[in-house]
């Protein structure tokens, strides 16, 4: 039986998302629900986009931009339904600066290098620690990068797991919830097999692990 991901938005906006789900033998379901998916579906996805509201973690807004005030409130919304099931959630990209300020966290509003470029998303090294997540790692480990802000001080729970070589964290996991997030985007990977196995791993978390 195939693991349901919930995605909160539209299908034709996360086509990648669905085709990253489908790659390691999910099934991605779209919708705008915020009661009821974490009853109905297996595991929550969080997407990539624009900036979260800096008052949801005690900040003035000094460089955010493309703020969604109702997505923000979904999806804080779903992840606490979904942890509160302790069912598995991922973070991708902005996904995980949601889940970082969902667990109490603070980010930094604007941190340079890592933005995409005009052809494309920058690629940099990482250094990854052992964890439950199958992330690059070693030497020559690259991850792709097209984002602005990052976690900074991180919310109770979290631990982070991979740094960029300016120490910005790539990803992170909770101590104890089947909570993963990583700040790249595995879903547009040249090489797709990272992604396939990032998703894979995720997609064999059990409820309540």
């Known amino acids: 039986m ?13 086509a990648n998302y669905r085709r990253w789900v489908e790659s390691a033998g999910g099934r991605a379901v779209f919708g705008t629900a915020v009661r009821g998916p974490a009853e109905a579906w297996d595991a929550l996805l969080l997407p990539g986009g624009g900036d979260l509201e800096p008052w949801r973690y005690g900040q003035e807004n000094t460089a955010s931009r493309g703020l969604d005030p109702e997505r923000d409130q979904a999806e804080l919304l779903l992840l606490q339904a979904f942890t509160d099931a302790v069912k598995p ?19 930094a509003q604007d941190v340079p290098g890592h933005s995409a470029l005009e052809d494309g998303d920058r ?5 990854t620690a052992p964890s439950p997540l199958p992330l690059p790692r070693g030497a020559g480990a690259l991850v792709n990068s ?15 797991v ?17 909570v993963w997030a990583v700040q790249w985007h595995p879903e547009r990977l040249e ?4 992604g396939r196995r990032l998703m894979g791993a995720f997609l064999e978390l059990e409820a309540g692990t």
């Open 2 to 14: 195939l693991r349901t991901v919930y995605i909160y938005g539209a299908e034709e906006r996360f």
């Open 89 to 107: 959630a991922l973070g991708v990209c902005r996904g995980l600066q949601v889940v970082n300020v969902f667990f109490g966290g603070t980010l």
């Open 123 to 127: 690629l940099h090294g990482v250094r």
């Open 146 to 160: 097209a984002h602005h802000q990052a976690a900074d001080r991180l919310g109770g729970g979290l631990r982070a």
């Open 162 to 178: 991979q740094w960029a070589e300016d120490g910005v964290v790539e990803a992170l996991c909770h101590r104890r919830l089947p």
């Open 191 to 194: 090489d797709p097999l990272p």
